[in-house]
């Protein structure tokens, strides 16, 4: 199994900027593509910035040019760097990772607690 763990979240002034950490640990050669997610009140989950198993990079047009994802791999951590912060980046972001076998339907199989970010108005 796959643990991870996300930290870095706060509130953040409108034109803000602010890095994400996600922490795996365990059986962390499973893990064959990882990236962040975020959901915020009322609406559904949605991909942000994802490596993929090529380690190539893949950002929602929401995000394209503000956020950066990044990896250190010796150290198994994700990160998310997040720039420009908008009102409607107000969400609670997760960490997730996919197994190989998984990749093929798109589902990642381990997701992090999340931590909260706040843009207020």
């Known amino acids: 199994q796959v643990q991870l763990v996300e930290s870095g979240g706060r509130s953040v002034g409108y034109g803000g900027s602010l890095t994400l950490s996600c922490t795996a640990s365990?059986?962390?050669?499973?893990?064959?593509?990882w990236g962040w997610f975020r959901q915020a009140p009322g609406k559904q989950r949605e991909g942000i910035a994802v490596?993929?198993?090529?380690?190539?990079?893949t950002y929602a047009n929401a995000v394209k040019g503000r956020f950066t994802i990044s990896e250190d791999s010796a150290k198994k951590i994700l990160y998310l760097q997040m720039t420009d912060l908008r009102f409607d980046d107000t969400a609670r972001y997760y960490c997730?990772?996919?197994?190989?076998?998984?990749?093929?339907?798109?589902?990642?199989?381990?997701w992090g607690q999340g931590t909260q970010v706040t843009v207020p108005d």
């Open positions: 365990g059986q962390t050669d499973l893990i064959a593509a």
């Open positions: 490596f993929d198993s090529f380690r190539t990079k």
């Open positions: 997730a990772a996919a197994r190989r076998e998984s990749l093929s339907r798109g589902d990642f199989d381990y």
